[in-house]
């Protein structure tokens, strides 16, 4: 296939047609231009498969990739070259990450145009939605991090939209406010990295980064202070993952972000938003390991996956919940990237994405079919709800396999991606030979996560479906589902896509069941690691209508049970992973066991447990305090005292000896001039006044207005010109 | 010979009629006066072998620049009159004063000195050659037009339009004055 | 006799009566007369140029494009006149002062 403007452009430029027209002319297309939108994604959805097709079909290579460039500035001067290229880089990640944003993003279209249906602003949702696929798009298919940190403010301000989508609500418009600052944090902090970055390569390319970094150009750079360059640059970028990809501590704004309409925090939550995070961390993983920065990304995820979760515990809001398990599972894909577990992580991403979409389309179509008639507004709380099970047959459906998927029960997608990474930290933190102690901590706390999800992810379904409705007059007034085209198939689509089967022909994830011959690791053979001494030798490529390569031939890749270890060492992983496995189904069913026991049988009690541990409790109700902790504590004690000092400066320090001084001075100054007006300038004021008089007649005549005189100075000024250089 | 008539008549005509439109008092006389001299021009555009820019001056400048000026005098009041002197340059009708009218001629003199010294070079070398008859330059001159000023062309298009639709504009009356 | 001297000494003439005209007739369509003078005398020269010193055709160009410039302009003009006429009802040139400001 060919790598052209023709084949590659489209899937950026159809969702960015559809935000043009309908930001334009959108109100006056029919239904208000959403299927503008919904064709504009559709189209751009063709495009990916087609290019994920000769990925995965064609090629089967995990060192294939295509990476062409056109110049955009170039400011080069003599010998300093200056020169920034746009282009695409696509490898099989790429490929991957294009079908699922495209995928996701079209479904969540379409269930918009259900969900939305009758808001006052309805064009302009779809407007926004086509926008911000657009910047994930773009984001993934960038070859180098400044269209990277384009697309990734392009979404920034897009979720700001998003969320403050309905701006007549106050907390609305704080939590917008409240997301785009948090992630500015960050995107400073990923400026930072790129100026680091440049610094040293002097571009900011994916592909010259792996080069410089193969060819060791980062080694003995300090940036300051003593800190190694690639340390500070991975810090920083890993510092921009935190602040898109909600990882702690600033976890703070993705909560917040569920007041947008539920459409809009599934985009937010699966497809777009916090997967770019994670993308760019995987993109960068090997500066990540140049930097010695794995550690510490490891104890980060871990945190966010742990504390996550126990927040989780005690939501009654049912997006709540969810919002909170998307940071819990972007805390295990974090603490993939960091044990090691470069493919485990992806996947989970991928996977992912797919069964949250799902979950947060489900809880939009349990929201929208509660109607209260005494608030008129959707209900989100789910002591009132229960007992949906049989008015929502097909939501039902999908959300439970979705939640099966979170929890890690074997045969859905969650527990192949999920058991790869905690067998991963398993083997890199307590059992592999070169673990130390302190690397113990994030696999206890990922297992420790694992089994709070499972938990609390069933508490959420047997509260939402099972049981008796807890509200009667809202569950009467509750209609029957019907399958519809734009409110369940999108939902069931997705589901059927939580089955672990498409993701590994090994049922169990574990590479013991074989079901589809040759292929059946598919996304473990071709997702690696970027090798980066692959990139030693490369040339640019143009970006153009026609596509200059010479037709590649890879040997096709195949799955490597060792993962390219020796013997032992194979041995010692795989004894890993299986412990890793049989603990993690374990923590699993002992989750929705407990679940089942205190919500359906009702013989353990939950007052119990928020009684013994009541101040746990609190703190969890409070989200560990770090609302607290930033508002009150950094904004209105540091940020306002400081404020506070400056302005006693300003009054006490600066008014006092330097203003009024100055006005002393000043009181001396003026006794000393009277005595000169007084004397001396009276007596010439007369003469002034004549000669102001003499040039207000002078500048009269020639400030007439008169085009004329105009017109003849002109001439006369013409004439001398000529006349001194004639003669 | 037919030349040398056609030369000195349109010289003639071009320069009187000139001097018509300085002198003359009413506004009306003076579009007539520039008629004819634009008339006269255009015999020396026919008098240099340029026939097709004669044409076009006749057909754009005679028929149709002088007729809207004629509108116009008529659109504004008609033709108005001032009062003239009884003496020296004061007969010369609506002169500001003398000082404008000594400016006046102190700049064309300036300007005289001016375009003798630098023509003087080139007027020497110039070979006087004999006309060459009247071959049609229309053929030569649009595909020149197209080719070689055709970013000129092409923009004195747009120029047309935005001056066609900028004189719609400011004269279409308007009511809240 | 008939040389380049002559065409510029029409041209010449034409372009200082332009300029006399221009500056000194209070009439704002008389003003526009001047400037169709004025730009008539520099197309001769253009024309007599062509002809005499580098005999192409390019010369007979730019009269061509003087001539499109003159009517845009005087098309302009004109409506600026008119519509100077509805506001003060006069086209004398001295009322029009508000450059002054």
């Known amino acids: 296939m060919d790598y052209t403007i023709g084949t590659v452009a489209p899937i950026l430029l159809f969702p960015l047609a559809a935000f043009v027209i309908n930001a334009f002319i959108g109100r006056k297309l029919p239904r208000q231009g959403d299927w503008v939108s919904i064709i504009g994604i559709l189209l751009s959805f063709g495009w990916s498969a087609r290019i994920f097709n000769d990925f995965v079909f064609g090629h089967y290579s ?135 970055i440049w610094s040293v390569v002097g571009s900011v390319s994916f592909v010259d980064i792996y080069n410089h970094l193969a060819s060791g150009a980062f080694e003995g750079q300090v940036a300051i202070l003593g800190i190694p360059l690639a340390s500070f640059c991975a810090f920083m970028i890993f510092a921009g993952t935190i602040g898109k990809s909600a990882q702690f501590p600033l976890q703070v704004w993705l909560p917040d972000a569920m007041m947008g309409p539920t459409p809009c925090s599934a985009l937010i939550h699966a497809a777009t938003m916090v997967a770019a995070g994670v993308y760019l961390s995987l993109r960068m993983y090997p500066l990540m390991e140049a930097g010695h920065l794995t550690t510490f990304i490891a104890y980060i995820g871990a945190i966010t996956a742990f504390g996550a979760a126990t927040i989780a515990l005690i939501q009654t809001d049912i997006k709540a919940v969810l919002a909170y398990s998307t940071i819990s599972q972007l805390g295990y894909m974090v603490l993939g990237i960091g044990v090691g577990s470069y493919n485990a992580a992806f996947m989970h991403l991928i996977t992912h994405a797919v069964f949250k979409a799902c979950l947060f389309l489900s809880a939009g179509s349990v929201i929208h079919s509660l109607h209260d008639h005494h608030t008129h507004g959707h209900v989100q709380e789910m002591p009132r709800m229960g007992g949906l099970r049989k008015k ?190 049989g603990l993690s189904i374990l923590v699993a069913f002992l989750g929705i066991f407990i679940a089942f026991l205190m919500y359906i049988r009702k013989s353990m009690d939950p007052g119990f447990w928020v009684r013994t541990f009541h101040r746990w409790n609190k703190a969890l109700k409070e989200k560990y305090y770090f609302d607290h902790l930033y508002i009150d504590v950094l904004i209105q004690k540091v940020l306002l005292t400081v404020n506070r000092l400056l302005a006693a400066f300003d009054m006490g320090v600066y008014d006092r000896f330097a203003i009024d001084g100055m006005a002393s001075v000043n009181r001396w100054l003026y006794k000393a001039a009277n005595f000169f007006d007084n004397f001396i300038v009276d007596n010439s004021v007369d003469l002034t006044g004549v000669s102001v008089k003499f040039l207000n007649v002078a500048s009269r005549t020639v400030q007439s207005g008169k085009v004329q005189f105009y017109f003849m100075v002109l001439i006369l000024a013409v004439s001398f010109y000529i006349l001194k250089i004639s003669f | 010979m037919f030349h040398k008539v056609l ?154 339009l935005g001056a066609l639709v900028g004189a719609a504009m400011i004269a279409r009356p308007r009511k809240n004055v | ?92 040139i001295d009322e029009a002062t508000q450059l002054q400001s």
């Open chain 1, 62 to 196: 995990s060192d294939y990739y295509v990476h062409k460039v056109f110049t955009w500035i170039d400011l080069s001067y003599g010998d300093f070259p200056f020169q920034i290229d746009l282009g695409i880089y696509i490898d099989n990640m790429t490929a991957m990450m294009l079908l699922m944003v495209s995928g996701v993003a079209a479904l969540i279209h379409i269930f918009s145009s259900f969900y939305m249906k009758g808001d006052p602003r309805y064009g302009r949702f779809f407007t926004y939605l086509s926008l911000f696929t657009t910047g994930m798009l773009g984001l993934v298919l960038s070859e180098n991090l400044l269209s990277v940190f384009i697309f990734w403010e392009l979404m920034g301000f897009c979720s700001y939209s998003l969320i403050g989508f309905y701006y007549e609500k106050e907390e609305a418009g704080n939590a917008s406010m409240k997301a785009f600052m948090t992630t500015r944090v960050g995107d400073v902090c990923f400026l930072l990295a790129i100026l680091g």
């Open chain 1, 392 to 581: 929502m047959p097909y939501t039902f459906l999908a959300m439970a396999c979705c939640t099966l998927a979170i929890s890690g029960v074997p045969f859905f997608s969650g527990f192949v991606s999920k058991d790869r990474i905690l067998g991963d930290a398993l083997y890199w933190g307590i059992t592999g030979h070169h673990a130390h102690w302190y690397q113990a901590i994030p696999p206890i706390l990922g297992f420790a996560a694992a089994f709070l999800t499972a938990f609390y992810m069933c508490r959420m379904m047997f509260l939402t479906f099972f049981g008796e409705p807890r509200d009667k007059e809202l569950y009467e007034h509750c209609h029957k589902e019907k399958l519809s085209l734009n409110r369940n198939i999108p939902l069931l689509l997705l589901a059927v896509f939580t089955l672990g089967v498409w993701y590994s022909g090994s049922l169990t994830g574990q590479g013991k069941v074989k079901v589809a011959g040759d292929r059946y690791e598919w996304f473990s053979t071709l997702i690696e690691k970027p090798n980066t001494s692959n990139f030693r030798e490369y040339t640019k490529e143009p970006f153009g209508l026609k596509d200059t390569r010479g037709t590649v031939h890879f040997e096709k890749s195949h799955y490597d049970p060792s993962h390219g270890l020796s013997e032992e060492e194979a041995h010692h992983v795989h004894t890993a992973h299986n412990i890793g496995a």
């Open chain 2, 7 to 160: 030369i000195i008549l349109s010289s003639a005509l071009t320069v009187a009629s000139a001097i018509g439109v300085l002198v003359t008092k009413d506004i009306v006389r003076a579009c007539i006066f520039l008629f004819f001299s634009l008339f006269g021009v255009a015999g020396i555009y026919a008098s240099l072998g340029a026939d097709f820019v004669a044409v076009t001056q006749i057909m754009v400048y005679v028929g149709g620049v002088v007729i809207l000026m004629l509108f116009a005098v008529m659109l504004t009041g008609g033709p108005g009159k001032e009062s003239a002197g009884s003496k020296g340059y004061l007969l010369i009708p609506m002169m500001g004063n003398k000082i404008t009218f000594g400016f006046g001629i102190f700049s064309g003199l300036v300007l005289l000195l001016t375009m003798a010294k630098i023509t003087k070079s080139v007027i020497a070398s110039v070979t006087i050659s004999e006309v060459e008859g009247f071959a049609s330059t229309v053929e030569r001159i649009g595909s020149l037009l197209v080719s070689e000023h055709v970013l000129a062309f092409e923009i004195s298009s747009i120029l047309l």
């Open chain 3, 1 to 92: 006799m008939f040389g380049l001297a002559w065409y510029l000494g029409i041209g010449f003439v034409l372009f200082c009566t332009g300029i006399t005209v221009m500056i000194a007739r209070k009439s704002i369509v008389a003003i526009l007369i001047g400037i169709e003078l004025i730009l008539n005398g520099a197309a001769i020269n253009f024309v007599a140029y062509s002809k005499f010193v580098t005999q192409d055709l390019d010369g007979h160009i730019f009269p061509l494009f003087i001539i499109i410039v003159a009517a845009a302009e005087a098309a302009v003009g004109l409506a600026i006149v008119i519509r100077f006429y509805q506001i003060r009802e006069t086209i004398h």
